[in-house]
């Protein structure tokens, strides 16, 4: 069984640091990009930042310069490091993978993890 697994969420103090990791388990043939989003109460989930297979990059724009992704390909793991955190920080987090696996190709989905900033 394929699955995403993530770890690192918690309650900080604004302006403090989080990492966040997901290793993707299973079966799998190929990882494209992989990836984070995020869901605050009451918002749609928005895409925050991913990662392809050759290192290519996207962040939204109210993380650039406070969050930095990264993969480890042979762990098929993905990072999130989060500094200078602000209140509007504050969501569930899901880790995405695009990936080929023995069952299917598609989208793949963590269970997501909680980041609390504190004011």
């Known amino acids: 069984q394929v699955q995403l697994v993530e770890s690192g969420g918690d309650l900080v103090q604004a302006g403090g640091s989080l990492r966040l990791s997901c290793a993707a388990s299973?079966?799998?043939?190929?990882?494209?990009?992989m990836g984070w989003y995020r869901q605050a109460p009451g918002e749609q989930r928005e895409l925050v930042a991913h990662?392809?297979?050759?290192?290519?990059?996207y962040y939204t724009d109210s993380v650039k310069g406070r969050f930095t992704i990264s993969r480890d390909n042979a762990k098929n793991t993905v990072y999130l490091q989060m500094n200078s955190l602000k209140p509007e920080d504050t969501a569930v987090y899901y880790c995405?993978?695009?990936?080929?696996?023995?069952?299917?190709?598609?989208?793949?989905w963590g269970q997501g993890t909680q980041v609390t900033v504190s004011s």
């Open positions: 995405h993978a695009m990936m080929r696996t023995i069952g299917r190709s598609g989208d793949y």
């Open positions: 299973g079966t799998i043939f190929r990882i494209n990009h």
């Open positions: 990662i392809t297979s050759d290192g290519s990059i």
